[in-house]
């Protein structure tokens, strides 16, 4: 279950990781994702390997499908990730879009 | 020495008109009947299944299976995502091993139909981290990680991913127990849609409800009554990171290969000796990791040796794979999987596979992965 504090908490760690450039190292794009991701599909999500070396997983946006491969560059954004919870507090987390 | 002495499975497939413990109670009598056990004569229990507390709000379960069972011995619940069963399996040797004239009753189960598939699917991302949650990843979405990072490694392409489907779909033809009983071809795979790409519906695993159960026992007296028996001669458990991106190697499940090479050596006999698996095909990529995984195939190799068809039924291979129908034919009710792969083995070394025996089957593997890696455990029986 989501709960506001756990959104609260999870955005300190959020803020370390923005405006960090990567490569994509694992993708994938979810046609049949679950619950709280279905009005999103079908969105692809990346596992990204930062410049210094630690890898973030998030959804790739703004994005076409030659983007859509191992060693793409991004840069890591913030976005809402998912559908508002019960409590009506919007989720943010780190996205990422190609670097053109 | 611990000893297999009966197996009973439900159907597996949408089973609307039963609930979890309509199954567990099926799958109780069954294997007692098979086994002519007494429900008094069991010292303990072990339940594998994942989901009863999430999806059901159904937990403690082990009470409940004492008021079915109406006994008041120790009953356990183990929880590995997918790897519950076995796990619960690995657990009751555990037991056998520390008690001596004991019989135990190992069963998984699980119920899952009675949801949309949304909220199956989100209650099965429980087992993923909470960073692949957070980005809307799934199981069939994690693999497809694994499967577009092995294609591009060892440059294959989905259609050597179908073989894995054709053949265990084939398999399930076999099985009256199968969830899906029909032949699909490769174009069938190909051209069904995506669940994650490169992942199409026709390589994953369905949601599937069921229960599976076993006696297992190293009570001489009782063994020496039996029809039918077969030697446990390893079971190991493995464990690696929650989360795929913590891993070294993405070609390769390490939980897989730790588990394996110590029943190996455990049970003391070589990966050739092997005649029937069942291994975990949550989805089509994850068969062909394990066959390397387990040493059976060279890494890399996986891909190219699926197209041989060496371990199709009929085909005079060595060693014969999902001959149940895997996860991808024979359903995963998640729970019930690790179990009902024991239990095939277990038929096929008593000659009880009826039209999918394998002939002189003599040494089997049982392979269950929780999670995408994160859980293994690798079983090893003899007739």
């Known amino acids: 279950m989501i709960s506001p504090v756990k959104i609260w908490r999870r955005q300190k760690d959020i803020r370390k990781i923005l405006g960090k450039k990567g490569k994509i190292f694992l993708w994938t794009k979810i046609f049949t994702p ?47 990730v998912r559908t508002a919870s019960v409590d009506g507090v919007i989720a943010y987390g780190i996205k990422f879009k190609p670097l053109k | 020495m611990n000893y297999i002495t ?88 555990t037991y056998l091993d520390a008690n001596s004239n004991k019989n135990v009753l190992v069963i998984g189960a699980e119920k899952m139909t009675d949801y949309s598939p949304e909220e199956v699917i989100t209650a099965l991302s429980a087992a993923a981290s909470g960073e692949e949650q957070e980005a809307g990843l799934t199981f069939s979405g994690l693999y497809a990680m694994m499967a577009n990072f092995y294609l591009e490694k060892y440059h294959y392409t989905e259609k050597n991913l179908a073989y894995v489907s054709v053949k265990n779909h084939y398999h399930g033809t076999l099985n009256d127990k199968a969830h899906f009983r029909r032949k699909i071809s490769i174009d069938d795979v190909l051209e069904s849609a995506y669940v994650s790409y490169p992942l199409k519906v026709l390589d994953s695993s369905p949601i599937s409800d069921g229960a599976s159960a076993i006696i297992m026992s190293n009570n001489l007296n009782f063994i020496k009554k039996q029809d039918y028996s077969v030697s446990v001669l390893a079971s190991e ?79 005079g291979g060595n060693l014969i794979v999902n001959t149940s129908g895997g996860l991808k034919a024979s359903g995963h009710p998640v729970g019930a999987t690790g179990i009902k792969q024991i239990g095939e083995i277990f038929l096929q070394l008593t000659g009880q596979a009826n039209n999918r025996q394998v002939k002189n089957a003599k040494y089997g593997l049982a392979h269950n992965v929780g999670g995408s890696g994160g859980t293994a455990v690798v079983t090893i029986l003899s007739s």
Not at chain 1, 48 to 72: F, P, S
Not at chain 2, 25 to 46: H, M, P, Q, W, Y
């Open chain 2, 237 to 315: 458990i493995a464990t690696d990171t929650i989360s795929l991106k913590s891993r070294k190697n993405i070609d390769e499940i390490l939980a897989t290969k730790i588990a394996s090479d110590k029943a190996f050596k455990m049970a003391r006999i070589k990966r050739s000796d092997i005649n029937v698996a069942e291994l975990h095909d949550c989805f089509s990529i994850a068969e062909i990791l394990a066959m390397e995984d387990l040493g059976f195939w060279k890494k890399g190799e996986g891909g190219q040796k699926i197209k041989e068809e060496s371990t199709k039924y009929g085909n």
């Open chain 1, 34 to 80: 679950g619950t709280s991701f279905k009005k999103y599909a079908p969105y692809p999500v990346v596992l990204v390997e930062l410049e210094n070396n630690e890898k973030v997983y998030g959804q790739l946006v703004d994005q076409e499908q030659k983007d859509l491969k191992i060693g793409t560059k991004v840069i890591s954004v913030l976005r809402k």
């Open chain 2, 6 to 93: 009966g197996y009973y499975t439900t159907k597996f497939g949408e089973l609307w008109d039963k609930s979890l413990f309509d199954l567990v109670e099926e799958a109780i009598i069954g294997v007692l009947k098979s086994t002519n056990l007494e429900r008094k004569k069991i010292d303990a229990v072990f339940f594998g299944n994942m989901l009863a507390g999430v999806l059901g709000n159904n937990l403690h379960t082990t009470s409940k299976l004492s008021e079915i069972l109406d006994v008041n011995i120790p009953v356990f619940r183990t929880e590995a995502a997918c790897a519950s069963g076995g796990t619960a399996f690995n657990l009751a040797k």
